[in-house]
T-cell receptor, first 114, second 112 residues
Framework: AQSVTQPDIHITVSEGASLELRCNYSYGATPYLFWYVQSPGQGLQLLLK??????LVQGIKGFEAEFKRSQSSFNLRKPSVHWSDAAEYFC????????????FGKGTTLSVSS | DAGITQSPRHKVTETGTPVTLRCHQT?????MYWYRQDPGHGLRLIHYSYGVKDTDKGEVSDGYSVSRSKTEDFLLTLESATSSQTSVYFC???????????FGPGTRLTVT
């Protein structure tokens, strides 16, 4: 079955500390992978995406993610967290075909402490 | 900005009443999607569309129907709303030559 697992429901990080959010997927074909961020009361914003090529991808707001095929993982990282990064983060996977719906993880809520 | 609007943004309705949510896009993208978001469940696909009058069911389609008579509009209808359909509903689009999806601002629906 196709699925996305985000093992951490809630993470608290001190401002200025590094961040890693975990994402593991189960997908029959070669997937496309995404990270989205959702601030309270807002829609989802695309942070970054992986289709092929370099397994380390850069996104907006200083985020990056690394695709590890052997571990079926696509973890999101940021070297120094800012208070404005507090939000909910979703990992998603899709097929390499236009128009395919995405499968989302259940999300990780990030809190930033001062 | 992908030019996606949703209406209404908030709605409270009673059990058993019909409800229609509208998603409107300004850029004539082919693919459109309806998701619902519930705590602890992430986003789950309700229905999607790959063109005018071309729609298909998603993971949680029971109790929902959709219509797409124009490229720019994708309507989600709850024929007879139930309390289990209290949720936040998101519309999304994807462009023909790419695979990421862009989301609207959402509609918060409460069924009492």
């Amino acid at each position: 079955a196709q699925s996305v697992t985000q093992p951490d429901i809630h993470i608290t990080v001190s401002e200025g500390a590094s961040l890693e959010l975990r994402c593991n997927y189960s997908y029959g074909a070669t997937p496309y992978l995404f990270w989205y961020v959702q601030s309270p009361g807002q829609g989802l914003q695309l942070l970054l995406k992986y289709f092929s090529g370099d397994t380390l991808v850069q996104g907006i707001k200083g985020f990056e993610a690394e695709f590890k095929r052997s571990q079926s993982s696509f973890n999101l990282r940021k070297p120094s967290v800012h208070w404005s990064d507090a939000a909910e983060y979703f990992c998603a996977v899709g097929a390499q075909q236009a128009g395919t719906a995405l499968i989302f993880g259940k999300g990780t809520t990030l809190s930033v402490s001062s | 900005d992908a030019g996606i609007t949703q209406s209404p943004r908030h709605k409270v309705t009673e059990t058993g009443t019909p409800v229609t949510l509208r998603c409107h896009q300004t850029e004539n993208h082919r693919y459109m999607y309806w998701y619902r978001q519930d705590p602890g469940h992430g986003l789950r696909l309700i229905h999607y569309s790959y063109g005018v009058k071309d729609t298909d069911k998603g993971e949680v389609s029971d109790g929902y129907s959709v219509s797409r008579s124009k490229t720019e509009d994708f309507l989600l209808t709850l024929e007879s709303a139930t309390s289990s359909q209290t949720s936040v509903y998101f519309c999304a689009i994807s462009v023909d030559t790419a695979y990421e999806q862009y989301f609207g601002p959402g509609t918060r629906l409460t069924v009492t």
